[in-house]
C-alpha cells in the first residue's frame, strides 16, 4: 500500500494557509505524482504557448462576432504514473528511407496509401489502413439543410437581456417546433436559463445569429451530476439480436444471418457482440476488463441497404465496413435500433455553465450539450464564454465550463465543426473536464475545432464501440489534470482514447500542443486495459507528443519536427506498452509537410464520392 501521509501533510499545509501557496501548491502536485494521483505519463511540460485569436474566448459585453476555428458511468479515474524509460525517451529517429525524404524536402506518400489505394488494400496481412470518409452527417454525402419554420424565442417571453429566467419560454418555443419540426432561434442578446432543456423530436434545431451575438448561460447546478443542460435524445429503442451465422471480418460489408425478413433497406441496426472470457483472453485482459464482461456490447452503428433472402443463410447488405473481426463464437448479432433522433443541430451560440468553485467540484461529468441515440446532426460555430455565474477573481474566475463540454453517445454520423470549448472549472478525476467527448459511436466527425485548458479536450470515453470517429483539424492546448479542488493547477493532460479498444480511429491534420494517449491504460478507470487498436495518426503536428502503443497495431503517418513520439515499447508491465507487441508503425517522423495527401479523410472522401 503506498504511503499518502506526505501528501496529506501537504493538503493540510495549504488549507492552513501556512508557507507559500504556490511553493505548496507545486509540491502538492510533486507528491501526488509519486502517489499515483497525476494524468501524466510523460516528463512532458504542460504546453503553456498561446493560442492566438482562439484562446480568448468574447466577453459578454462584445458585440464584434469573430469566427473561430475552430472529456458517465465512469465512476473513478486515477492516471498512469510515467515509467523511468518515458520519461527518458525521445523522438524516434526515423528509418533511412524517412531520412532521405526529409533531407529532400521531396513530397511523398505513406506505403499504405499509395497513388491507386482502393479500400481493402493491404501492405500485408498485419499492415493497411480503413476507409475514415464515412465520418460525419451523412456520411459526407451532402450538408444539413435548415428549417424554413422559425420560432423565436423571444416571441415566447425570453429576456435578451439576462435578467429573467429564460427557460420556460425556451421550452414553449421547443415545444411547438416538436410538433412540426423547425429552428429556435436566438436573437442578439444575453438568455439565462434556471433549467435543463431537452430535445425529444426530429428536426429541431437550435440557433443563433453568432455566438458573439447570442449567448445562453445556464446556472443549474445542483441535481447536474451525468447529466447536460442541453440534451439532444432519442428514445434509444433496441429489438432482441438476431445471431450471425457466418464470421464478419474487417471491410465486409454483408451479413450473414439465418432468418432476415424482419429487417429492410433504410433500417437503423447495431451489431455487436458479448464480451465472453474467450473474447477478454484473446486480449489478454483477463485480470482487466471486468465491467462488461458477460454482456453484449454494440460495436458498430449501421444502417441496413439492401436484404437478400433468396440465398441460405440470407444476406444483410450495411452501409459502412466492418472494422474489426465479428465472431460468431462470441455470439455477435444484429439488433434493430429505431430509436434514434435524426436532423437535429446547434449553430451560431455561445454556450455557458461555469459556476462558483465549490459547487462546480461537488459535482461529477456536468456537460453543457449531449446528443445520445441521435444520428445525422450537427454542431456548427458553436463556442463557450466567461459565464456571468464565474468569480470575478480567485478559483474559477473567467471559467466557460462548470466540468464538460460536448458528450456524444450511442449516436453515428454527426458532424461537429468550427467550434470551440474551452477553460473547465472542475478538472479532477471521476469524469470531469472533458471538453470534447465521444463514447460507444460510429462515424463521428469533428472538423476544425479548438478545444483549451480541460482535462482530456478530446477524448473517447467509455465502453466497447467506438469505430471510424474522426478529428480533423482540431487544435489541442492547456490540456491539464487537476488532482485537488485547493489550486487550479495540475499535470499535462492528454487527448486520449480512454476505454476499452476504440478502433480505426483517425486523427487527421491536427495540432497537438499538449499531446494524445493510445495505451493499454491497465487497471485505470475502471479497467480500461487496452485501449486502442488500428488507429491513425496522419500528419499532425503541435509541439506536444504523442503515446501509441496500441494492441496489434497503431498507425503514425507524417508527424510535425516538434512533435515527439512514444511509441517503444517498455518493460512488459510498464509505460502502456504491455499486450501490445510489436511496435506501431512509424513513417515519416518530422516530415509532416511533405505528406501527400495533407488530408486522408478528405482525399478517401473524394474519393468514395467519384466512384
Not at 482514447?497 to 480505426?504: E, K, V
Amino acid at each position: 500500500m503506498q504511503n499518502h501521509r506526505p501528501l496529506a501533510v501537504c493538503r493540510d499545509w495549504l488549507a492552513t494557509g501556512s508557507g507559500s501557496r504556490i511553493v505548496a501548491a507545486l509540491g502538492l502536485i510533486l507528491l501526488s505524482l509519486a502517489c499515483g494521483e497525476s494524468s501524466s505519463s510523460t516528463g512532458t511540460t504542460p504546453d503553456t504557448q498561446e493560442l492566438p485569436n482562439t484562446q480568448e474566448l468574447p466577453d459578454i459585453d462584445e458585440r464584434t462576432e469573430t469566427r473561430q476555428v475552430p472529456d458517465i458511468d465512469e465512476r473513478t479515474e486515477t492516471q498512469q504514473v510515467p515509467d523511468i524509460d518515458e520519461r527518458t525517451e525521445t523522438q524516434q529517429v526515423p528509418d533511412t528511407q524517412a531520412v532521405n525524404e526529409i533531407e529532400s524536402a521531396l513530397p511523398w506518400r505513406s506505403e499504405l496509401y499509395p497513388e491507386n489505394w482502393t479500400p481493402g488494400f493491404k501492405k500485408t496481412d498485419e499492415l493497411f489502413l480503413q476507409d475514415y470518409s464515412y465520418a460525419g452527417y451523412k456520411n459526407g454525402e451532402s450538408k444539413p439543410q435548415p428549417s424554413s419554420l422559425v420560432f423565436e424565442v423571444n416571441d415566447y417571453g425570453a429576456d435578451p437581456l439576462g435578467n429573467l429566467d429564460s427557460s420556460q419560454a425556451v421550452i414553449d418555443a421547443i415545444n411547438a417546433a416538436s410538433q412540426t419540426g423547425g429552428v429556435i432561434h436566438f436573437g442578439d442578446g444575453l438568455y439565462r436559463l434556471d433549467q435543463r432543456v431537452q430535445i425529444l423530436a426530429a428536426n429541431v434545431q437550435l440557433r443563433g445569429n453568432g455566438p458573439s451575438n447570442s449567448r445562453l448561460f445556464f446556472t443549474l447546478s445542483e441535481g447536474m451530476d451525468f447529466l447536460a443542460h442541453i440534451t439532444f435524445k432519442g428514445p434509444g429503442t433496441l429489438t432482441e439480436q438476431t445471431l450471425l451465422a457466418k464470421d464478419g471480418a474487417i471491410f465486409d460489408t454483408e451479413l450473414w444471418v439465418n432468418d432476415a425478413t424482419q429487417f429492410a433497406p433504410g433500417e437503423d441496426i447495431q451489431v455487436g457482440w458479448v464480451i465472453t472470457n474467450a473474447f477478454v483472453e484473446e486480449h489478454g485482459m483477463s485480470d482487466t476488463w471486468k465491467v462488461f464482461n458477460g454482456q453484449w456490447q454494440a460495436f458498430f452503428h449501421r444502417t441496413v441497404v439492401a436484404v437478400d433472402t433468396s440465398l441460405t443463410p440470407h444476406k444483410i447488405t450495411i452501409d459502412v465496413p466492418l472494422r474489426y473481426p465479428t465472431l460468431t463464437a462470441n455470439q455477435a448479432g444484429v439488433k434493430k435500433h429505431p430509436g434514434m433522433i435524426s436532423e437535429c443541430g446547434i449553430s451560431d451560440l455561445s454556450l455557458s455553465n461555469a459556476t462558483d468553485w465549490d459547487s462546480a467540484w461537488k459535482h461529477k461529468q456536468v456537460s453543457i450539450l449531449e446528443f445520445k441515440n441521435a444520428k445525422d446532426c450537427w454542431v456548427r460555430n458553436v463556442t463557450s464564454f466567461a459565464s456571468p455565474q464565474s468569480p470575478v477573481s480567485g478559483l474559477g474566475a473567467g471559467k466557460h465550463l462548470q466540468s464538460s463540454g460536448l458528450r456524444i453517445t450511442k449516436s453515428k454520423r454527426i458532424t461537429v465543426s468550427d467550434s470551440s470549448l474551452a477553460k473547465a472549472q472542475n478538472r479532477g478525476g471521476g469524469g470531469n473536464g472533458y471538453l470534447f467527448e465521444v463514447r460507444q459511436s460510429s462515424e463521428i466527425l469533428f472538423k476544425d475545432c479548438v478545444a483549451a485548458a480541460g482535462r482530456h479536450n478530446f477524448i473517447q470515453n467509455w465502453g466497447f464501440g467506438a469505430t471510424g470517429i474522426v478529428w480533423l483539424r482540431v487544435h489541442s492546448s492547456k490540456g491539464e489534470a487537476v488532482p485537488l479542488p485547493l489550486v487550479d493547477i495540475g499535470t499535462l493532460g492528454y487527448s486520449e482514447f480512454h476505454h476499452s479498444l476504440a478502433t480505426a480511429n483517425l486523427i487527421d491534420q491536427s495540432v497537438l500542443n499538449d499531446g494524445w494517449s493510445a495505451v493499454n491504460r491497465g487497471s485505470y478507470s475502471s479497467g480500461a486495459g487496452h485501449s486502442a487498436t488500428q488507429n491513425l495518426f496522419w500528419n499532425n503536428t503541435g509541439t506536444g507528443s504523442i503515446k501509441s502503443r496500441q494492441y496489434k497495431m497503431g498507425y503514425l503517418v507524417g508527424t510535425g519536427p516538434e512533435l515527439t513520439l512514444y511509441t517503444k515499447l517498455p518493460g512488459p508491465s510498464t509505460g502502456g506498452g504491455k499486450g501490445t507487441s510489436p511496435a506501431d508503425w512509424v513513417e515519416g517522423a518530422g516530415n509532416a509537410a511533405n505528406l501527400e495527401p495533407q488530408s486522408l479523410y478528405e482525399d478517401q472522401l473524394e474519393r468514395r464520392l467519384k466512384n
